[in-house]
């Protein structure tokens, strides 16, 4: 990738980037205190409302895009119907020729009350908080890439989608289709969770998905009557043995049992067992082969005398490769980076993110451009200071890079769509 230099319209952007500084790491501190805890029904819309209003900055159309609820096997084995708050769009200038299409969320991992619902300095240039990396900092750097945008002369080359969802963090099941929808419709993608602490970015994702296996069996009284029973645990336990057991069978394909619920008194045979899971894989293939083996496992569970049982969830972020168009458009990210003074590198990651939606419709993308953090997930959730600035210019010279043509966004679809 041929080197670019920035000229002086692009540098007096760049200093208008550094000089919003402080008052990212401001909002950042603010944003963090408001829970937004992926079932903080309140707290989610109450950070919509407030992410409203800093993207309508952009003065685009800002809406709130209603989310088709998902289902989940409850812990008395019934399904139930799983809202979500709705997601924010801003969109610009769709009819302007290069589209991209740019997302992140609102969600955390934290619940309301779990006691970690602040930010404090660790030093000078570390903060310490739920969501300042993952990613409310990311918002920010977003935000802040497109303001600068629309400050550049070539800002009207652009059009653009913004999605901030409320459900990431549970595994997009409410907004992963309108993801799909807008990826379909841009030529590339850029998402906005964070960079590792040394400014490394996330290569090729596995896929992921989520299951839940339903048995059941019969009651019974375990001293009088334990012959009558049918143990729904003791099956549930036997099929995570199964899975379990999958686990080298092919690489880079991991079966993960987290839990199983179901059961209760010591001296009742219980007639419900739950075995909950998920399962990462490196490729297509590799999901197909997965689904196959679990298919094996759930036929065997069934046919046990006086069991029944029964699949649900599925694979629903399939895996993201470093494919042609995505070392492109990680190609381009280096060249950037380059030009601000960052050395740009990445590596295989098997986490998954909105990367992996976006490049389920054929929409390459870079996934990690938000701020450098560090122990996300956790109540050691660390971003750096410094990286609010660093990070919203190299989104903003990309971006002025694609407006200008420099970066050919329809040539990377155009590889996507190749294969």
Known sequence: MTDISLDQDERKILDWVESRGDHMIDTVKAWSQINSGSRNLDGLETMRSVLS????????????????????????GEIKEVPYTPSMKVSKRPEAPVRI????HHDTVFPKGCGFEDWRLLDDDTINGPGVADMKGGLLVMLHALLA??????????????LVSPDEEIGSLGSGPVLMDLGAKAHVGMTYEPALADGSLAGARKGSGNFSLRCRGRAAHAGREHHLGRNAIVAAADFARGLDLLNGQRP???????????????????????????????????????????????????????????????????????????????????????????DIKWADTGGVCEGNNLWASGCPNVDTLGVRGADIHSDREIAKLSSFVERAQLSAVMLMQFARGRFNASDARALSSAG
Request: proline share 5%; hydrophobic share 40%; glycine share 10%.
């Open 53 to 76: 209003d800093a993207f309508s900055e952009l003065e685009g159309d800002v809406s709130a895009v209603e989310l088709k609820p998902s289902t989940t096997v409850e812990l008395d």
């Open 101 to 104: 299409v740019l997302t992140g």
């Open 149 to 162: 945008l629309e400050r550049s002369p070539w800002a009207s080359q652009i059009g653009y989608d913004v």
């Open 252 to 342: 880079d394909i991991t079966f993960n049992v987290s839990r199983i619920d179901g059961g209760g008194a010591p001296n009742v045979v219980p007639d419900l067992g739950i075995c909950r899971f998920n399962v990462r894989v490196k490729t297509e293939e590799d999901a197909l082969w997965a689904k196959a083996e679990i298919e094996k496992l759930v036929r065997a569970a069934d046919a046990r005398d006086g069991i029944t049982a029964d699949l649900h969830g599925g694979f629903t972020r399939p895996p993201k490769p470093m494919s042609a168009a995505n070392q492109r458009m990680f190609d381009w990210t280096r060249t950037a980076g380059q030009a601000i003074g960052l």
